[in-house]
């Protein structure tokens, strides 16, 4: 059963930094897709960036070369690391797993394991 957990979540100021993580604390992590959503508030989940069995990423065009999307498979743990946060950042992140070979995928229905979310919240 897999069981993800987020942290790491935080206020920031423009520009600030912000690291979260994902611990799985089920027993198949490396053969999972891993991937980062965020929703704000009156808005849909979006996926941000996503991570591949094979190491493959993806981002959204909106994180790009600001975040960083990384695995330590010996830890169970997935990374976000976000640079240069802008108050448009400001979400409640999610962490999503799959087990489905379907390439670095952004789609939400592509992932049935989620995390409960954490708040991110920059300020201007």
């Known amino acids: 059963q897999v069981q993800l957990v987020e942290s790491g979540g935080g206020s920031v100021q423009y520009g600030g930094s912000l690291r979260l993580s994902c611990v799985d604390f089920g027993y198949a992590y490396s053969n999972y897709r891993m991937a980062w959503f965020r929703q704000a508030q009156g808005q849909e989940r979006e996926g941000v960036a996503v991570i591949d069995m094979d190491g493959s990423t993806r981002y959204a065009d909106s994180v790009k070369g600001r975040f960083t999307i990384s695995r330590d498979n010996a830890k169970n743990t997935l990374y976000l690391q976000m640079n240069s946060l802008k108050p448009e950042d400001t979400a409640t992140y999610y962490c999503?797993?799959?087990?489905?070979?379907?390439?670095?995928?952004?789609?939400?229905?592509?992932?049935?394991?989620w995390g409960q979310g954490v708040q991110v919240t920059v300020s201007s």
């Open positions: 999503a797993a799959d087990f489905r070979s379907v390439g670095p995928t952004l789609r939400e229905y592509e992932y049935k394991y």
